[in-house]
């Protein structure tokens, strides 16, 4: 039962950090387009 709780919790932290790696990847594109443009 622990094991699972715990393979859930990491499994929770994987997936906000993708969603936290894949924003940022956003935000840079985003500026480079602009610098680009600008």
């Known amino acids: 039962m622990a094991l ?3 393979c859930k919790e ?3 932290v994987w ?3 993708l969603i ?3 924003t940022v ?3 840079c594109k985003l500026k480079l ?3 680009i443009v600008g």
Request: aromatic share 0%.
């Open 4 to 6: 699972l709780a715990i």
């Open 25 to 27: 990847l956003l935000i």
């Open 20 to 22: 936290v790696c894949k």
């Open 10 to 12: 990491v499994s929770v």
């Open 15 to 17: 997936m906000a950090l």
């Open 33 to 35: 387009k602009k610098s």
